[in-house]
């Protein structure tokens, strides 16, 4: 199976006032893995959804390879797709759910058995294919919808934030092992995420959607360094917003040090907010210091130090554990922002919430 | 199989035949009628309870006799549902082809024009007051109100309307069914009326009585059926004398001594009326067993069944009624006994309507 | 603070509580047992006892089968409870699923309407029917609708009582149905089954069915009870049903007629405990 | 790979509008059968209703208190019945699958059940002749007859109805008692509450929707059942269904059809005033479901 | 409000032939926020719900502050819970729900709206009071949850798994705010997780429950560094199982090198399962290294690398983004473990599955 590229263009779909896909264009090229992520609403699940057929659009094409599919109902696409909640059918045993595909095409049953057993091996769950869904922790019935998904040799698999009714751990686990099947398969793959690390971890590369557009189509690297737009940057990762004046120089002054202005940035001259990643952020224990160090949270190779700044603002910022084994809550620091170019923002600009809109 | 409404507007034309003779003349004499029956070879009746004047019987005997095949339907139900039946199924096979109706009900669906004229071969024999001239309709059999009791759990069986008021009956008086509804129950009521002073045009008496033993807890509402007599709940039971003396042996297998007496304080008595659909589907087997009702083996069927067929006052003076058959009827005081006029009964319904319930309540 | 480390040797005191509510539980399904038992057993004594030789005695029970007409009855009765279901089910099922999945404009239509039956009295409702079928031979003779109202009364089959029964019955359907529809996440299943290349046909029958077993299930029951159960229409419409062969069948005999109900309520309770046992809860949750 | 241009507005192809249509082929079947089933005999009985003077017949003073009578009958066994419903429900479901299977499947059957089988019932257990009547009186010198219970009035009547309400509770409240979570009586618990106060401020609010709804079923069911009533105690208790069933299908009086029709549109009004005030309830008492 | 220490003694409950619960001792400090953490089944939940008085116990003593309350109904235990999830009473606005506590109480009604407001605007959530839990999302579910249990002044707080029906994001939200809140009102707290990543980064002290026992109780560091046993090392982040030869000297032989053998190993000289964290790891591209790079999975500040070593072995690496830049899937590199010592097992010791018994 040679893998193919999908595109859908100018796509368009509104529900009432809600205008969910506002013209996004997207190509995917063959085999790659493309992560999909934005906020809460933003359109993911309905670009999808209209990939797989789902969903009709108000306007816009899609394309598999060189072929509109734009008419052609869900069931003769030939997508394979993984939902979110769980979709396996409960009547049915994981061999059997994986065998669906093939017995609604007449597969005969030696060869779907055959087949399924072989997806759950490949999935790694060659054992419990006589189990019935309800048998199988989240994570196990996950792996067979991906399974499920795999055995009509899809041309394109869809995923709509397969992991996140996953503990953490399997989560993680799991992830790697789609990114590891996509990649022995070959088979070109839109994941759909709310999850920035999810995201950065596994694809090729990774689109920011925001408000039914992409915002940013890049690699992660890129997507992390050097985000497009403070709308980007401050969604991929964790980021302080410090308040500094930019100069016209094309230099901005924070922290009480100048530091280059990265491209993408968003502001005019003037009181600006700068973006910092955490680990760009440096600090130094200093008993005149004028930041204090308020909480300290340990994540194993990285120690999280939130501080309070002098301004009354907060700041996080990451040191490795052993280099920040003697700093405690209560002691007073000094913080700044590590050489490089930084992202600028108009103060104004809203932040966007990390997750939900409380 | 699959009907045609066509059937059911050309059924309403169809004028020739068996289905418009009005007499066993008009089809060619007996056997003609008999030899027509036979080729339609089913008959369809409604509202024919077996344990019901002995119809059990006489159904099966026509049956036999004829080779016809008698189709029973809703043995539990109406006159009104009679008349229905014959209104909705009209042009199907399963319509009834004849009915066996309360007298009102009769009356009301001639005026309709739902049935056929018919005059059986011993038409004179009826008196004129109980049929329609046209043939339209005819009374076929009757019978009076009497009081059934079981002698083992009764120590006096009560033989009137006053002796069911002595406190030793108390909860052990029912009829059979609700007046309102039961043709029986209603006659029962009457009855009752009859004994306590009242009239043919005066029902309110009936409807008093049983308020009053209600009250005193003698009367309960409850249908006697056979099982509850079994059961030993209504051990005194007003109904048609027919039923009650029909119940007898039946009972009598179960251990149970039913005593039948028609109270001389209340003598009530009342006819059934035979008609013929006009819509029938087999119409000549329709009026053959109108003939063989009315014929002399049919009429002495009934009387062993304990109704007094119609003709039964012509065949006992010509000898003709089985006498041992006449013996075993209930007394009745037969100076007593007249026949209500239709009217009558319409207006004493309309009475016993609107005050049964509010009488009895409570 | 006092450390007081002394383990104690034998249990603490098991709570009250717990055993109060299973007095009351044990307190409730007992009245209800004898509530229900009582005239049941009342019943069935009445009906096994031997009015003239003493003792006991099925024969009351022996001899409705072989009754004339038994078989008959029974059978047309078993049709129509079994077209029944399959009606009320391709009935209800498609248009709850429409309503819930593409249509949810009309749902308080169709809710409405499966409410509708339980308003109406059988016996109004029988007349109605009897009115409109009277229409067939008589105003609207010679039409095709006229026809069909005519041919939807074959006494062998009737059709018209299994659509009067899917009627009946669907007030119970849909209060089954709709609890088992929001159970399960129907617009994730059909997505799924859909994408793997299900056409509508197979997405109902293999995946949507199977798991409203439950709720299919409980809606056939109550179907099926009604079926077997019913008396007053197809009485009054003339059709000859197990009840209604009961009733004719009992005649002057108190004791058969008694059998011949406990009997079929008997007869209809293992009907649906064998249908039901035949269901394994493959998909029951075992969440706790 | 060619880049097509960009189409923004498309033709519905017929695929389209086949997805369009399928919903409402799947509607029709449903729509079909009730109309053939209940709103065209629900149209013919009108029609028969507003013949002559029917209607104004059908308000006489008679038909009147059996409404009432009928109204009061089905308030008592509906509010009874919801009640022991919920209670036996409850009992039943904490218990295991194999008496949940056996009590549900009975209850399918029983409520179905009634008329003169269920009439009979009674009446051999507790009627003059019943068994328990008669065992209750060898064992405690009790007479049932003397006391101001009787099977054959008003409250005798509610008894016997509950036979077959009970069961049809029990059906459509166990859903509802299923979806209670063992977490809100647990929460309630360790906020301090009594079994009580959980009751009176979590479960019973949560269920009274459910089992109001139970009870406007069960009010409808007890006021369009007849044939029991008619065998126990006829035209004594006032009931409209009676009346209706004896002016449609009844040896008695001819030609009362029309009236029986009239009675049976009335009844209908009847009961949807009732469930519109139900609606109207519901709405209030269960304002956290919208 | 002075915090109070909870004890549990000895406590023991079976459910049939499961020992749930298999002679648990708990010391809790006054105002400490302890996590429990532990694979599924182990006895987490049971442990709370004795705690709770949910549960009655085959044996052993709870006790809080100085008495002894194991006797004691759960509605006079005055301890807060926070269930999993759905626990929210549905009829009952977020406010009525916080002042449920209040209400049963017999508090008036003013006194209880304030209290009520008051903490839904300590968890942020002052302006949803009259929404119906079904109008609120999942994090703002729980928040009421914590606000409801905070209502009573309980002695104690109780959280079970509050964060596991949440998105990722949220999660780590909420569980910041819940240490926050926690550290403020100085309540001793009781959390039950089966997420490491959780329990390290809130908790005072982390309890590792195995089998209805606590396997160790310490602080996050103490736990991610110095496990007491290899179980622990290997449930608590993540863990290389590398072959090894374990010396008699007490140094083993791992990757070519010696390294010392950490206190809490438990193993017999020979072969032997050497325990390494991927950031313990070194790592250099290297032409003729016997290893290969698999998988690289970014991860922002570091960048796993998934390498397959010479025997066949896989194991992670973590290095820090910059370091790791240059290094692809496909490279040969050259992997040791950095300096210190190293735990051992023995290598049949079951490997202990994470987050899931697949
Ligand atoms: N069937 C629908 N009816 C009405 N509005 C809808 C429907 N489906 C989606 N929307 C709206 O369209 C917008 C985009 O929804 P979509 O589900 O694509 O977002 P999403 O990015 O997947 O969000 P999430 O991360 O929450 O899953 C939202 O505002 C949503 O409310
Ligand atoms: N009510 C019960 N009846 C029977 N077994 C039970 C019950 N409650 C718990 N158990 C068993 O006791 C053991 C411990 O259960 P517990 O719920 O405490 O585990 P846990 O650590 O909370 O697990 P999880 O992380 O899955 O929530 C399990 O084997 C479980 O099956
Ligand atoms: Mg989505
Ligand atoms: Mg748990």
């Not at chain 1, 959804?49 to 816009?60: K, Q």
């Not at chain 4, 126990?232 to 009931?239: F, I, S, Y």
């Amino acid at each position: 199976m040679t893998a193919v590229g999908v595109r859908m263009l100018g796509m368009r779909r509104s529900f009432g006032a809600v205008h969910a896909l506002d013209g996004l264009d997207l190509v995917i090229e063959p085999g790659e893995f493309i992560a999909l992520l934005g906020p809460s609403g933003c359109g993911k699940t309905t670009a999808l959804r209209v990939l797989a057929g789902f969903e009709t659009a108000d306007a816009g094409t899609v394309w598999v390879g060189d072929k509109d599919i734009t008419g052609t109902p869900p069931n003769k696409r030939d997508m394979g797709m993984v939902f979110q909640a769980f979709s396996l059918f409960p009547n049915l045993t994981a061999a059997d759910n994986v065998a669906f595909g093939l017995r609604v095409r007449g597969v005969d049953s030696a060869a779907r058995r055959k087949r399924a057993a072989d997806l759950l091996e490949l999935v790694g769950l060659g054992h419990v294919g006589k189990r019935y869904p309800h048998q199988l922790s989240g994570g196990q019935q996950q792996r067979v919808a991906l399974a499920r998904a795999l055995a009509i040799e899809p041309r394109v698999l869809l995923l709509d934030e397969p992991l996140s009714a996953l503990d953490a751990q399997v989560r993680v686990q799991l992830r790697d092992e789609i990114r590891r099947i996509q990649q022995r398969l070959g088979i070109t793959t839109l994941f759909v995420t709310h999850d920035q690390g999810e995201a950065l971890s596994v694809a090729d590369r990774v689109g920011v959607m925001r408000a039914g557009r992409l915002e940013q189509l890049a690699d992660p690297d890129t997507l992390y360094h050097r985000p497009a737009t403070p709308f980007v940057g401050e969604f991929v990762g964790t980021m302080n917003r410090l308040p500094g004046v930019l100069g016209s120089d094309g230099t901005v002054r924070v922290l009480g040090a100048d530091r280059p202005v990265a491209e993408g940035s968003d502001a005019v001259p003037g009181e600006v907010a700068v973006l910092v990643r955490p680990e760009a952020m440096t600090l130094s224990a200093s008993e005149t210091g004028s930041a204090l160090v308020v909480v300290r949270t340990f994540h194993g190779a990285l120690t999280r130090l939130s501080v309070r700044l002098g301004d009354g603002d907060e700041a996080l910022v990451d040191l490795p554990s052993p280099a920040a084994a003697g700093i405690m809550p209560g002691d007073t620091v000094t913080v700044g922002v590590g050489e490089g170019p930084v992202l600028v923002a108009a103060t104004d600009a809203t932040r966007i919430p990390a997750g939900e809109t409380v | 199989g699959c009907g045609s409404s066509k059937k059911a507007a050309d059924a309403q034309n169809n004028k020739t035949g068996a289905a418009a003779a009005t007499s066993v003349q008009d089809i060619g004499g007996l056997d003609a009628l008999v030899a027509a029956a036979k080729a339609e070879g089913q008959l369809n009746v409604i509202t024919l309870p077996r344990d019901w004047a002995n119809y059990g019987e006489l159904i099966d005997t026509f049956s036999t006799k004829y080779g016809i095949k008698v189709n029973s339907d809703n043995p539990d139900g109406s006159s009104q549902d009679e008349i229905n039946a014959v209104k909705s199924l009209k042009g199907q096979d399963r319509a009834p082809d004849v009915l066996d109706l309360g007298g009102a009900f009769a009356q009301s669906g001639a005026k309709e024009g739902l049935f056929a004229p018919y005059k059986v071969q011993t038409w004179a024999d009826i008196p004129d007051n109980q049929k329609d001239a046209d043939g339209a309709w005819y009374n076929d059999y009757g019978g009076y109100i009497s009081i059934g009791c079981d002698a083992k759990k009764i120590a006096v069986c009560p033989q009137t309307f006053a002796d069911l008021k002595k406190p030793e009956y108390k909860g052990k008086v029912a009829l059979n069914g609700d007046p309102t509804k039961s043709g029986s129950a209603f006659a029962g009521v009457f009855a009752a009326a009859l004994a306590n002073g009242g009239s043919f045009t005066n029902i309110q008496p009936g409807i008093d009585y049983f308020a009053a033993l209600k009250k005193s807890g003698n009367y309960i509402p409850v249908e006697s059926t056979p099982a509850t007599i079994e059961k030993g709940e209504t051990p005194i039971s007003i109904d048609w004398d027919y039923l009650n003396a029909g119940y007898t042996k039946e009972l009598a297998a179960k251990g149970i001594d039913w005593k039948v007496a028609v109270p001389a304080d209340g003598v009530y008595g009342n006819f059934y009326c035979q008609a013929i659909n006009k819509t029938a589907p087999h119409p000549a087997a329709a009026r053959l067993w109108e003939e063989f009702l009315f014929s002399d083996e049919g009429q002495n069927l009934w009387l062993k069944g304990f109704a007094r067929p119609v003709r039964l006052p012509k065949m006992t003076t010509s000898g003709k009624a089985d006498a041992t058959l006449v013996a075993a009827l209930p007394q009745v005081d037969t100076t007593k006994a007249q026949l209500p006029a239709p009217d009558q009964v319409d207006a004493a319904k309309k009475v016993l309507t609107d005050g049964w319930t509010k009488a009895l309540n409570g | 603070m006092t450390a007081v480390l002394t383990r104690p040797v034998e249990a603490p005191a098991v709570h009250k509580r717990k055993r109060r509510f299973n007095a009351t539980r044990t307190v409730v399904l007992g009245l209800a047992a004898v509530y229900f038992l009582v005239p049941l057993a009342a019943a069935v004594w009445f009906t096994v006892q031997d009015k003239v030789h003493g003792g006991v005695t099925g024969e009351y029970y022996t001899s409705i089968p072989q009754a004339e007409g038994f078989a008959g009855a029974l059978r047309r009765s078993l049709s129509l409870a079994v077209l029944t279901v399959l009606g009320v089910l391709l009935v209800t099922v498609p248009a709850m699923l429409a309503v819930t999945l593409r249509l949810p404009k009309l749902r308080p239509i169709v809710e409405g309407l499966s409410l509708l039956p339980l308003v109406i009295p059988p016996i109004a409702l029988v007349a109605g029917v009897r009115d409109m079928l009277a229409l067939g031979p008589n105003q609207l003779a010679g039409t095709p609708f006229g026809d069909a109202l005519v041919s939807s009364q074959d006494p062998e089959l009737p059709i018209i009582l299994v659509v009067v029964y899917i009627v009946l019955a669907t007030p119970f359907a849909y209060r089954s149905l709709d609890a088992g529809i929001r159970a399960i996440d129907a617009r994730t299943l059909v997505d799924a089954a859909r994408g793997l290349g299900s056409s509508w046909f197979d997405v109902v029958w293999r995946v949507l069915l199977p798991n409203l077993r439950g709720a299919v299930l409980g809606a056939a029951f109550l179907t099926l009870g009604l079926v077997l159960g019913e008396y007053t229409i197809a009485s009054i419409l003339l059709f000859d049903t197990l009840p209604t062969w009961l009733v004719k069948i009992s005649g002057e005999n108190g004791q058969l007629s008694v059998s011949v109900s406990t009997a079929s309520l008997l007869f209809t309770w293992l009907l649906l405990l064998v249908v039901s046992l035949a269901d394994r809860p493959k998909t029951s949750r075992s969440d706790s | 790979m060619t880049t097509p241009a960009v189409n923004t507005v498309r033709a519905r192809s017929f695929t389209d509008r086949a997805r369009r249509c399928g919903p409402w082929l799947a509607v029709a079947p449903f729509l079909i059968v009730m109309l053939i089933g209940l709103v065209l005999p629900v149209i013919a009985l009108a029609t028969g209703a507003f013949e002559g003077d029917s209607l104004k017949s059908s308000l006489g003073s008679g038909y009147r208190s059996a409404f009432w009578g009928s109204v009061k009958l089905s308030v008592v066994c509906a509010v009874l019945g919801a009640v022991v419903g919920l209670l036996v429900a409850r009992a039943v479901l904490s218990g295991g699958t194999v008496l949940r299977r056996l009590v549900l499947t009975a209850s399918g059957v029983l409520a179905n059940f009634g008329g003169v089988p269920l009439a009979f019932m009674f009446i051999a257990s507790i009627g003059n002749a019943g068994i328990v009547t008669g065992l209750l009186h060898d064992w405690t010198g009790f007479d049932l007859a003397d006391s101001p219970f009787s099977l054959y009035q008003f409250g005798g009547l509610a008894v016997v109805y509950l036979y077959f309400l009970v069961p049809l509770m029990v059906i459509v409240i166990a859903p509802a008692l299923d979806g209670v979570r063992a977490e809100w009586s647990e929460a309630a618990e360790n906020l301090g509450a009594t079994r009580w106060q959980y009751w009176r401020h979590v479960a019973g609010p949560l269920l009274a929707p459910p089992v109001m709804a139970g009870a406007l079923l069960l009010f409808c069911g007890s006021l369009s059942a007849f044939a029991t009533a008619q065998a126990m105690v006829g035209a004594t208790v006032p009931l409209v269904t009676l009346q209706i069933a004896n002016a449609l299908s009844g040896n008695v009086s001819a030609d009362n059809a029309g009236v029986g029709a009239a009675l049976a549109i009335e009844m209908i009004v009847l009961v949807a005033i009732v469930m519109a005030a139900y609606w109207t309830i519901e709405r209030r008492t269960a304002r956290w479901l919208r």
